[in-house]
Every structure is written in C-alpha cells, then in structure tokens.
C-alpha cells in the first residue's frame, strides 16, 4: 500500500460499473472544504469521484486549491479550459457530437495523473453530452492472453492538424503502466473519421501485421464500449468530477437536446 492510498477517503455511494458520488454533509459547503489530498486518494480508490452539493471555486481558488497537489498543466488558455459548445468551432471538442475516447495528455511530455471538471451550467435530463469513463485497466486484466500478446507489441501513431490546443503527430506503445498505480493500462485514442469529424484523427499501427492491426483496432471499438467498462456521467449543474487519467480513457456522447452547458476542467500532473 503507498502512503497515498493510507490517506483519508470521502465515503459515499458507489456508482456502476465504477465510481463514487458523495454528496455533500452540509449546507454551504466549497470544494475548498475537502483536504486536496484526501480527494486525490478517493479518486484512486474509485477512478471517477463525483461530488455533489459543494460550492464550486472560482478560477483563482480552483488553481490554488490543486496547485497543492502538485503542478497544474500549462495550455495557452493557462491551467483551467472553459467547455463550452461553440457554433461553429474549428475543433471537434466544442461542436455538439460526440468526443471519440482519448486520454488527456497524449500531445504532451507528461499526461496528467488527474483532471477535474467543475460544471458551472449543466444540461437538461435527457438532452446527452455525458462524459463516458473507460475503466482500460479492467479491460486489459479481463482480456484474453492472444489480445493481450498483440496489444504488447503494438505501437500507435496519431496525426492530426493542429487547431485547438493540441495537435501534431505522436507515438505511443498501445500499452503503458501507470506511474501512479503500477497497473497495466491501454492508451489509445479512437480514431476520428474525416467524413464525420471537424479535425481528423488518423492511425497507423506499427509492431502488427496489417491483419493483426485491423483485428485489434475492430476489436476495440467494440471492447472498450462494453458497459460493463464504462461509467457515463450526466452532468447536472454544481457537479464536481474528478478522474484518474492514467487508467482511464474517456469521451462524450453527442447532445441530443440543448447545448448551453459550461464546464471548467483543469490538470494535474
Ligand atoms: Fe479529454
């Protein structure tokens, strides 16, 4: 056991397949009421910790608040993203379809071991845009050993334009150990159709034959969309999510209703 994980965690519900809500004791309680750490250690416990019923911080407080718990990711929008959907946006992050899964970090030298969003205006019940969490370390331990063989040796490579605040090309072997827990996890991001999407995502998968590339990129569309890996959040107004990101992989589904909803995430490295 690290010492990490011999810190205090909030208690709460579990929610399914994985994930904790725990919803605030008190009237007028703040997000700068729960011990940083204590937060990141209950996150560890349940990959997703969402909180309910606390305040949410202004930009200032919310940047000091996680800058305790280590460095904040730097962007050219500074350390906290405003989400929101834009009418006619250069990237596909804030159009209104739906977020293909990715890890956060994948364009940077470190990704961030957690991210939090902060929902300012949430979404009417019913009208989509839910981030859906991919518990990836269950996949690998619950996949069979000939996938997990391919899986070792394959390595990715993503290119795509740079129009929001990542881009370029990258590689990354498919498989990874997170610094945080040790665990095997998958890192991969899905690729985007340019027939569908505003800015393209385009693969190549090296270390496989072209068939075993193709096996392994048809079996994972389906593999990590399994319910029983993936935990979808609807966001109502207030809620405070935050994710462990080195186990995980992570996207959206498309609104089906309107789209004024305004979140806030920041990074920690
Ligand atoms: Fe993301």
């Known amino acids: 056991m690290t010492n990490q994980l011999q810190h205090a965690v909030l208690a709460g519900t579990e929610l399914s397949p994985f994930g904790r809500l725990v919803t605030a004791d008190a009237a007028g309680r703040s997000l700068a009421d729960v011990p940083v750490d204590t937060l990141l250690t209950t996150t560890l416990q349940a990959k997703v910790l969402v909180l309910r019923g606390y305040r949410a911080l202004d930009k200032a407080d919310l940047e000091s608040y996680c800058r305790a718990a280590g460095e904040l990711a730097e962007w050219e929008f500074g350390t906290i993203m405003d989400l929101v959907v834009q009418d006619d946006p250069k990237n596909y992050l804030f159009d209104s379809g739906d977020v293909p899964f990715h890890w956060d970090g994948a364009w940077s030298a470190r990704a961030p071991r957690y991210f939090l969003f902060q929902c300012i205006q949430g979404c009417e019940p019913g009208a989509g845009g839910e981030t859906v969490f991919c518990d ?94 993936c935990y979808h959040h609807a966001w109502a107004t207030g809620d405070i999510v935050v994710a462990e990101n080195h186990a995980l992989l992570h996207g959206r589904n498309r609104f089906t209703g309107p789209t004024a909803r305004h979140m806030q995430r920041i990074q920690i490295i």
């Open 136 to 229: 990836s370390a269950q996949v690998y331990r619950e996949a069979p050993d000939d996938l997990r063989a391919l899986w070792a040796r394959a390595m990715v490579t993503y290119r795509t334009d740079r129009l929001a605040h990542y881009g370029g090309t990258m590689t990354h072997p498919l498989l990874a150990t997170s610094p945080v827990t040790g665990e095997t996890t998958i890192r991969y991001a899905e690729p985007l159709d340019p027939a569908i999407y505003r800015n393209p995502l385009f693969l190549t998968v090296e270390g496989l034959t072209a068939e075993e590339a193709v096996r392994v990129m048809d079996d994972l569309r389906v593999r990590l969309h399994d319910p029983r890996y």
